[in-house]
């Protein structure tokens, strides 16, 4: 039945979590499937053509298992290989990129930051959005190297993740950034050490509610969503080693879970 089928959901590691959650927020009927690619994270140290091949191959996998629509819950992946996922699927695709429209927009002192991957900084698609809505406004732009792996470490508030955290939020707060942008899935367990390092009067924004609400509009219009009487299940699959994942996707879920081995190529 075409209304019981699920939702993938995939990233390069446990940072998708942070859009899963939303997702099953917005839409607690649906089953969701959640792939945490960990065996090849962080995807911001890969070459675009090994991005597109592991997002391409786990888009075929959760195709295989008959899911309804793909959340590609990964700034990186949606900047280099999003056009091609969408060339070689049928099944709809969601994807996530950095919220600069909304910053621009809502910004007071003209002074957005954007915290990202290099790759993400660097992609034509991330290049057409500052092109777009950041016309009249300064775009800071910070990659952020270390910050992915200490999520997937499961390190939110360790001295080393402050340090990192202060190092890469500080700069842009004194040239005047009253918006920081969220441009890694991984940054919103980040969150609290973002927002202390920037200061009360700075606005942290998290693209991954308005993902969760673009799936629920998209499955509407397709007339696909779950019977709302039901109640989803989340399942859970790396490419990583269970028993090393599994414990950090607890911690960041809330709940236990099990994790099952991924082999998608």
């Not at 700069?171 to 920037?198: M, N, S, W």
């Not at 993902?211 to 699959?237: C, D, H, I, K, T």
Request: aromatic residues 4%; charged residues 25%; proline residues 7%.
């Amino acid at each position: 039945m075409v209304l019981e089928q699920p939702i993938g959901v995939f990233d390069s590691g446990v940072g998708g979590l942070s859009v899963l959650r939303e997702i099953r927020r917005e839409l607690p009927a649906e089953d969701l499937l959640y792939v945490a690619d960990s065996a090849f994270a962080p995807y911001g140290g890969k070459p675009p053509a090994v991005i597109r091949a592991r997002a391409a191959a786990i888009v075929r996998w959760l195709d295989g298992r008959g899911v309804k629509l793909v959340v590609v819950a990964c700034n990186t992946a949606t900047g280099v290989a999003i056009d091609a996922l969408r060339a070689e699927t049928e099944t709809p695709i969601v994807a996530i990129e950095p919220a600069v429209k909304p910053a621009a927009l809502d910004t007071r002192t003209g002074v957005i930051g954007v915290l990202a991957t290099a790759p993400t900084l660097a992609s034509a698609r991330f290049e057409r959005l500052v092109s777009s809505y950041g016309a009249n406004v300064d775009v800071l732009q910070e990659p952020c190297p270390g910050l992915v792996e200490q999520v997937e470490k499961g390190d939110l508030a360790g001295a080393e993740t402050r340090s990192l955290v202060e190092r890469y939020v500080r700069p842009l707060v004194e040239r005047g950034a009253d918006i920081l942008v969220l441009g890694c899935t991984h940054y919103p367990f980040l969150k609290d050490a973002i927002q202390a390092a920037a200061g009360s009067s700075v606005r942290v924004i998290d693209p991954a509610v308005a993902v969760a609400r673009e799936v629920g509009r998209r499955l509407a219009a397709l007339n696909r969503l779950a019977p709302p009487e039901r109640q989803g299940a989340e399942r859970f699959w790396t490419s990583g080693t269970p028993a090393d994942v599994r414990p950090v996707i607890v911690q960041l879920w809330q709940r236990e879970v099990d994790v099952g081995r991924l082999v998608a190529d």
